[in-house]
């Protein structure tokens, strides 16, 4: 991996700093190991279709500057998505989107699906993993989270179709999900995926387990040259 590379990792396609980037390259140098495969994914964009015409949105993904759309997103989320979500009607905090957006690739990784209303990007979709135990970093566990508005439209699946396959590329092999017995919406989404996947109920709730394919079964995101750290 030559320096020139390197550079163009962190600094992006466009020259702009990128945290991502960065935040791969200092684990690798402070952990002073070899990082597993990591591959970046490219934009991908698409015509969803609404009632009221087209609307284009993009998947792409998260960094630490989507802290305010995130928040702006959760906040016009109704109390029946909130309570499918997080079990109970509950919304995030400024300090817990800041951790999302802030995760470390030894942590875990999200994407977002934006559009743009007003000539300003606006977030209508989240899908995000964090790593349970970074002793054994093979597992983890998946959220993600659609504006009402946008829901039952393909966005969620497109969502954990690009996580799905951003956890592949990061030797992430199983998502450990736990729902609420009544987000059939989620539910269908798991469902068509095709992934295999185990399920049980445990005092109110329902707990997955899904068994993740290789990245050549996913082709939302188109992949880009495999990196690896130093």
Not at 24 to 51: C, E, G, H, S, W
Not at 114 to 142: C, F, H, N, S
């Amino acid at each position: 991996m030559t320096i020139t590379k390197w550079c163009q990792i962190v600094l992006g396609r466009d020259g702009l700093w990128d945290v991502a980037g960065a935040a791969v390259l200092y684990d690798a140098i402070k952990l002073k190991r070899r990082f597993p495969m990591i591959q970046q994914t490219t934009y991908q964009n698409y015509q969803l279709k609404t009632n009221f015409g087209r609307t284009a949105v993009t998947i792409r993904p998260m960094n630490s500057s989507d802290t305010e759309l995130l928040v702006a997103l959760h906040e016009r989320l109704s109390e029946e998505s909130l309570y499918k979500r997080f079990l109970r009607v509950y919304r995030p905090s400024v300090r817990d989107i800041k951790f999302i957006t802030h995760l470390s690739a030894t942590q875990g990784a999200g994407v977002v699906a934006t559009t743009e209303v007003r000539g300003r990007e606006q977030a209508i979709g989240l899908a995000y993993y964090v790593i349970e135990d970074e002793k054994r970093p093979v597992t983890a566990e998946p959220a993600f989270v659609v504006d009402d508005w946008y829901q039952g439209q393909g966005v969620g699946k497109k969502l954990f179709a690009a996580l799905c396959q951003t956890a592949v590329n990061n030797q992430i092999s199983c998502f450990n999900v736990v729902m609420h017995p009544a987000n059939g919406g989620m539910m269908r989404i798991f469902e068509q995926s095709g992934l295999p996947m185990q399920q049980r109920h445990h005092y109110g709730e329902r707990e997955l387990t899904i068994q993740l394919q290789p990245p050549t079964n996913y082709h939302f995101l188109d992949t880009a040259v495999a990196l690896h750290a130093l």
